[in-house]
C-alpha cells in the first residue's frame, strides 16, 4: 500500500491563530449590523470590541475597563444570529475555494491503454484523477463500479475512470488476484496504489466504504455544499 502523499494547493486566508479568527468575527459583526439602528452606547461598545489595537486611554471611563453586565446583556442578543451569518459567510468562502478547477459527471470509462495514459498526465494539475482498474466477471469490480457511480456524483472535482485491466496493454500486471484496483493521481503523480482493494471492505460494501477509506488516506477533497447546506451551518 502506498505512502500518503499531500499535496495541497495554498489557500489565502485574512487570520492566523486563534485571536485572528476572533479578530475576524469581531469585526464582521460591526460590520454587518445596521449601526443606525442602534442605541449610542451599543454602537461604541461594538466599535470598542471590533479593534484588536491595545487601547491608548487608560482612564476609569477608557476602553481598558471591564464590560458591566448591562453591557454584556446589550450585546448578547444579537451573538448568535451574527455568528450563524459569519459561519455561512465562512462557508461560502470556502466552497467557492474549492470549486476551483474542471468539473466532471459520471465516471468515464477509458478505451485503452492510450487514455489511460492522457487522463493522468494531461488533466488539470489541481484535479485528483481515481482510476478503477476491473475485469469483467471478477468478484467486487462490479459492486466497486457501483459505489464510484453514486462518489462521482458527489465529488464533482475528482475525475473518476475506470478501465478494463484488458485494455491497458499490461494485462499481465493485472491478474485476477489483484483486481479491484483503485489508482489515485494528482498533477501526474501516483498517490494511491491499491490492489485488490476489496480486502479492505465486508463482503458487502457501498459508496460510504469507499469514501472513508480514501478519506483516511487523505486522497479526496472536502465535499461540496449543495445550496440547501448551508441552513445546517448553525
Known amino acids: 500500500m502506498s505512502d500518503r502523499i ?15 479568527v476572533i479578530n475576524d468575527w469581531r469585526k464582521f459583526k460591526l460590520e ?3 449601526q443606525e439602528a442602534l442605541p449610542p452606547s451599543k454602537r461604541e461598545l461594538l466599535r470598542q470590541m471590533s479593534s484588536p489595537q491595545k487601547p491608548k486611554d487608560t482612564s476609569v471611563g477608557g ?16 451573538d448568535e444570529k451574527s455568528l450563524r451569518k459569519y459561519r455561512k459567510q465562512c462557508m461560502q468562502e470556502m466552497h467557492e475555494r474549492l470549486s476551483f478547477g474542471p468539473k466532471f459527471e459520471g465516471v468515464y470509462e477509458l478505451d485503452d491503454g492510450e487514455a489511460f495514459l492522457e487522463v493522468i498526465e494531461k488533466e ?4 485528483v484523477v481515481v482510476v478503477h482498474i476491473y475485469k469483467d466477471g471478477v468478484r467486487g469490480c462490479d ?5 464510484l457511480d453514486c462518489l462521482a456524483s458527489e465529488y464533482t472535482s475528482v475525475k473518476f475512470c475506470r478501465i478494463n485491466a484488458v485494455s491497458t496493454g499490461a ?12 489508482l489515485v493521481y494528482k498533477a501526474g503523480e501516483l498517490l494511491g496504489n491499491f490492489l485488490a482493494i476489496t480486502q479492505h471492505f465486508n463482503e458487502e460494501f457501498f459508496a460510504t466504504d469507499v469514501e472513508a ?11 461540496e455544499l449543495n445550496p440547501g447546506d448551508e441552513a445546517d451551518v448553525e
Do not use: W
Not at 459492486?143 to 459505489?147: F, G, I, K
Open 32 to 34: 454587518s449590523m445596521d
Open 6 to 20: 499531500v499535496d495541497e494547493e495554498p489557500v489565502s486566508v485574512t487570520h492566523t491563530g486563534p485571536k485572528g
Open 63 to 78: 476602553l481598558n475597563r471591564k464590560m458591566s453586565a448591562q453591557e454584556y446583556e446589550l450585546i448578547k442578543e444579537d
Open 143 to 147: 459492486a466497486l463500479n457501483s459505489c
Open 171 to 182: 494485462g499481465e500486471r493485472f491478474s485476477d488476484e489483484v483486481l479491484p484496483a483503485l
Open 213 to 223: 477509506f480514501l478519506n483516511e488516506y487523505g486522497l479526496l477533497p472536502e465535499k
Open 124 to 127: 488539470h494539475r489541481v484535479t
